[in-house]
């Protein structure tokens, strides 16, 4: 167990490392902080004294080796528009993100789940046929689509809930419905074809020949099995949802990490995307890693191996 956690440890650190490398890498290459600070100006002499105030005009290697030494001392930098260290920036955004990023998981594990087993309980029947043109129309519906249906729908037309803003939790059932139906597809048909191949398994025969039948069968012998490949994919769909929803932040006028994302792109704010970019990486380290674990729980297999 240990060496379990000693690998993971190494690998987190590995990962953040080459992410840093390359996000500073390509960060350089592709926006010139000082000129999008500038604006609209031709005068090269005023962007040459906002890069020398920003230290730009120094090598990269030079400023990624000072960038590590910070990073190494639990210092990620300072916001170059907003002029706050980004740990502050990150702690003012990630409490929307956070929250839009469990009560979509949870809606997806509530919708998907139980459409899926229902689906595989009784293939090629209506129930199951239903449920897989569901997933089809909804895999073929863009979230930005789908967002600016259900405010017309749930906010302009019947009044129910607000349009944007995140001051109440009112503000985050929308959101949290359009990302979290977005990765119902997946879930569902993962749950649908696991417990399909797990319900034609041997030890089901057997079961079934000691008198489990219908919920009791699936819950005591089948879901355990069946829901392996979904917990890696609901890890995956956490991390991206934690890395922050750009397109649903920013059609819900939501202040989380997607929308400081957006804005750090277009404002050339290198020491903010950096940090973003990092923890991002970090966070599907932790949670692939915690997914593991649930893995190892629901299967003793993969305990021994």
């Keep these: 167990m240990w060496n379990f956690l000693l690998q993971r440890a190494l690998l987190a650190l590995a990962v953040a490392l080459a992410t840093s490398a390359v ?14 600070l500038v604006g609209d100006t031709d005068d090269p002499l005023v962007v040459e004294q906002v890069r020398k105030q920003l230290g730009l ?34 702690a003012q955004h990630a409490p929307v993100t956070l929250k839009l990023a469990f009560l979509s998981l949870l809606v997806t594990v509530l919708v998907a789940v139980p459409l899926g ?3 595989a309980a009784r293939p090629d029947s ?3 046929r239903l449920s897989l043109t569901l997933a089809a129309a909804l895999q ?22 607000p349009v944007s803003g995140d001051q109440t939790w009112a503000n985050f059932v929308l959101p949290a419905l359009i990302l979290g139906t977005a990765s119902v597809p997946n879930v569902m048909r993962l749950t649908r074809s696991g417990l399909i191949d797990v319900l034609q398994a041997d030890f089901i025969r057997t079961a079934r020949a000691k008198g489990y039948t219908g919920w009791a069968l699936l819950r005591r012998h089948a879901l355990r099995n069946a829901l392996l490949p979904v917990v890696g994919v609901l890890a995956v769909t956490l991390g991206n949802s934690l890395g922050g929803s750009m397109v649903t932040e920013v059609v819900f006028a939501m202040n989380g990490l997607g929308r400081l994302a957006l804005n750090s792109v277009l ?22 890693f915690m997914a593991d674990l649930l893995n190892a729980w629901l299967d003793p297999r993969i305990r021994v191996n």
């Design 117 to 119: 087993i229902a689906a």
């Design 57 to 90: 005009d120094r090598p990269a290697t030079v400023r990624y080796a000072e960038w590590l030494q910070r990073l190494a001392a639990g210092d990620l930098g300072e916001s170059y528009v907003l002029r706050q260290p980004v740990l502050e920036v990150f």
């Design 267 to 288: 404002t050339g704010d290198i020491p903010t995307l950096q940090m973003l970019v990092l923890l991002m990486a970090l966070v599907f380290v932790g949670v692939t």
């Design 23 to 36: 996000t500073f890498a390509l960060l350089n290459l592709s926006i010139d902080p000082a000129a999008a």
């Design 140 to 161: 073929a519906s863009p979230n930005f689509w789908l967002g600016l249906v259900f405010i017309l729908f749930f906010a302009v037309h019947l009044g129910w809930l």
């Design 126 to 128: 209506a129930w199951d």
